[in-house]
């Protein structure tokens, strides 16, 4: 029997998109020859996942996973909301959320951890489950936030089961008082994270080249009044704070009772905002516009 290489299962992967150990699993069963392990993995429909890497994935879940001081948030994306309801799809986004709370949210070293329960790596494992579901999947992002006393809490806005959905928030919560009342705090404000879309946590997290651009759109229109300069300053000094109300996160009104701002809330609870983070799914990726009816007919053959 031929000796089965690193090279050699690594070319198998990159011929046929099938997991690593897959791949040299194949290759022990057919003895070293690549053509019969091809095959091996074609009956046992493995390879069929490079065919479908390319394809738009731009649906699947939000999912999030909690200890102590800590939460993490991932997006896992799949061709058809018809997969998020697949119990093995949901059963990979909770276990995958639940890994990031130890290896963090870079999504390199996410793929490269043991996936529990399988002799499989996580990126083999999504390689395996896009075989066999049949849809092209990826991880998207992920984030992870901690704290040293408090509370990271999470709020999924419409789960379709317990930390799984399509709008997931995680808040950081700094305090010293009691943590049911800190968790209860980061929810609300989770919540109120999931309607506003908040861009920003405080005046000096706005991004310099979203102020820039909007200060010049300001002063434009300000300018096209045909008022004098000084007052222009003015007027744009005024806008400016109002754009700060509506795109940072402690200046924004609450939307819990529609009057107070976040900041103030916060701060008679006796905590501190320390980070958060929002995951709508599919947000930013372009997703072509297909003729439903062509598809149909094009499935059925007419």
Request: hydrophobic share 45%; charged share 25%.
């Amino acid at each position: 029997m031929a000796e089965i290489t690193a090279a050699l299962v690594k070319d198998l992967r990159e011929k046929t998109g099938a997991g690593m150990m897959d791949c040299k699993k194949a290759l022990v069963e057919a003895g070293g020859d690549m053509e019969a392990a091809v095959d091996w993995l074609r009956k046992k429909g493995l390879s069929a996942a490079a065919k479908k890497s390319g394809r738009v994935a731009a649906e699947g879940l939000v999912g999030v996973a909690t200890a102590p001081q800590v939460a993490a948030m991932v997006e896992v994306n799949a061709e058809t909301d018809f997969v998020a309801r697949n119990e093995t799809f949901q059963n990979f986004v909770e276990e995958l959320a639940k890994i990031a709370l130890t290896v963090g949210d870079d999504v390199e070293a996410l793929k490269a951890a043991q996936f529990p329960g399988a002799d499989r790596t996580v990126a083999d494992q999504l390689t395996h489950m896009v075989a066999t579901i049949g849809e092209n999947m990826t991880i998207r992002r992920a984030k992870v936030l901690t704290v040293d006393q408090g509370v990271v809490a999470t709020y999924v806005h419409q789960a379709l089961k317990p930390g799984l959905g399509k709008i997931g928030v995680i808040v950081a919560v700094k305090g010293a008082g009691e943590l049911d009342a800190l968790e209860t705090l980061g929810r609300q404000v989770g919540m109120h994270v999931a309607a506003t879309m908040p861009e920003a946590l405080d005046i000096t997290a706005v991004d310099p080249a979203a102020l820039e651009r909007e200060k010049n759109v300001l002063s434009e229109q300000a300018r096209a009044s045909g008022k004098p300069e000084n007052i222009i300053e003015k007027m744009v000094e005024g806008r400016i704070r109002k754009y700060y109300e509506e795109v940072v996160l402690l200046e924004q009104v609450w939307v819990h009772d529609g009057e107070s701002r976040v900041k103030a809330v916060v701060k008679k609870a006796g905590a501190e905002l320390a980070g958060f983070a929002r995951f709508k799914l599919g947000e930013g990726i372009d997703k072509p516009q297909g003729d439903f009816a062509a598809e149909v007919a094009a499935t059925a053959g007419l």
